[in-house]
């Protein structure tokens, strides 16, 4: 197994890609010539700084965002996360939902929708020391038949060592430019959210992936990314550790849906006082970017959309001070 270790989430994304570009190696499955490093294990010791900034990559945010309510919801409504990006609907067998869903996987998991997230946190509430922490997305009912989206996380491992919340997630695939920026930020907030639950802080992240690869029709634009003057946005800004408040998630939650699916309906002023309802910091700078977020896809104008920057005090302050070099 190739190991890494890095401090933060930023760090380890150019230094991964340059890996795979000169250590990786060829296959080609499904014709698709592909360079990749199997098994991989990054651990990430700060995984609270988790948002990579790459102006080369060129993230979307608002997916990166709006995966997270997705997810957050338990949701399986390719509609849903299609909002965010529409390559989503390539991978739904019914034009309606999405077989691999993480969010309904790991909230409202099989027929019975056992809350395995739920379940996890009494477990470790009851036994800090016990090794049982699991949550399982593979789904053998579901993921042996033929499906255009079988998940590519496997199972997540939550543990409590030295009074810090530790987070292992195994994936059987995982693409270093589609989906490596996006997993590991939502597996972490998942990490952050379960460590304030418990009231105690964040350890260290392990992404264990079985295939990591990069597409080689993507490599001058990976050698971009590697190329390119690296800006970490944790240089300058320190992350919230903030105590959890499920009214602040769940408001979070409603300002997505609302600004999601009534655009042009809804009275902005009722979008702030939502907003200003949130008290923890982090989420309501989550709600104000991704309402801004939304509004900007409708076609609003950016003038309109300053006004949503006030509340905007997190990680994706300085994605908006750059917003020129990162827009999608």
Known sequence: MKTFEFDTIPSSYSYLINELINNGKKIAPRGIETLEITPASITIKEPLKNVILSPARKLNYGFMLGELAWILQGSNDAHHIAHYNKNWMNFSDDGMTLNGAY??????????????????????????????????????????????DKPCTNLMRFSIRNDKLNLLVLMRSNDIMFGYPYDVFNFTVLQ????????????????????????????????????????????????FNNSFNNDDVQTFLNVEQTTRKLTN?????????????????????????????????????????????????????????????LKK
Not at 292 to 302: A, V, W
Request: hydrophobic share 35%; aromatic share 14%; glycine share 4%.
């Open 192 to 239: 952050k959210i379960m460590a304030n639950r418990l009231g105690i802080e964040v350890g260290i992240y392990t992404h264990v992936v079985d295939s990591l690869h990069l597409y080689i029709e993507q490599m001058d634009w990976c050698k971009d990314i590697v190329n390119e003057e690296h800006k970490d946005i944790y240089d300058e800004y320190i992350p």
């Open 265 to 325: 309906e809804i009275n902005l002023k009722h979008i702030f006082e939502m907003i200003e309802n949130i008290k923890d910091k982090y989420w309501q700078s989550n709600a104000a970017f991704l309402a801004m977020y939304n509004y900007r896809k409708n076609g609003n104008r950016n003038d309109f959309l300053e006004l949503f920057h006030p509340f905007i005090n997190n990680e994706f302050k300085y994605v908006l001070d750059r917003y020129k070099e």
């Open 103 to 148: 969010g309904q996987r790991i909230f409202r998991y099989s027929e019975h929708e056992v809350n395995q997230f739920e379940n996890v946190i009494e477990l470790l509430k009851n036994d800090k020391n016990s090794r049982q922490g699991t949550i399982v997305l593979f789904d053998p009912n579901k993921d042996f038949k033929e499906t255009k």
